[in-house]
């Protein structure tokens, strides 16, 4: 059964670090794009970053470039989110996703989906 698991969400003050990782179980990571997204009270789902499963090929949302990195360990069958230098409006739950045909951004485009993670920036 295709399933994904994230975790690694907490509270931290403004200019920390957190990684967020996305384990995978049921299919072989690398033949799937991973996107990250994350979705604020009050505010539409957005996409963070994504990882294709061709060449490997990174994209960041304008927002976090600089500061946040997708990276994946396949050996582990898991993709991370290291996110540094953490801003206040960082602050949602975020959720890491699949896709065996498509990346991007755009939410709609993934059919596969773990739970989220909360992510709390303040001091």
């Known amino acids: 059964q295709l399933q994904l698991v994230g975790s690694g969400g907490g509270l931290v003050q403004p200019g920390g670090s957190l990684r967020l990782s996305c384990a995978a179980s049921?299919?072989?990571?690398?033949?799937?794009?991973i996107g990250w997204f994350r979705q604020a009270p009050g505010k539409e789902r957005e996409g963070v970053s994504c990882?294709?499963?061709?060449?490997?090929?990174?994209y960041y949302a304008d927002s976090v470039k600089g500061r946040f990195t997708i990276s994946r360990d396949n050996a582990k069958n898991t993709v991370y989110l290291q996110m540094n230098n953490l801003k206040p409006e960082d602050t949602a739950v975020y959720y890491c996703?699949?896709?065996?045909?498509?990346?991007?951004?755009?939410?709609?485009?993934?059919?596969?989906w773990g739970q989220g993670t909360q992510v709390t920036v303040s001091s």
């Open positions: 990882i294709t499963s061709s060449d490997g090929s990174a």
């Open positions: 996703a699949a896709d065996p045909f498509t990346y991007g951004l755009g939410p709609t485009a993934y059919d596969y």
């Open positions: 049921g299919f072989t990571l690398d033949y799937y794009a």
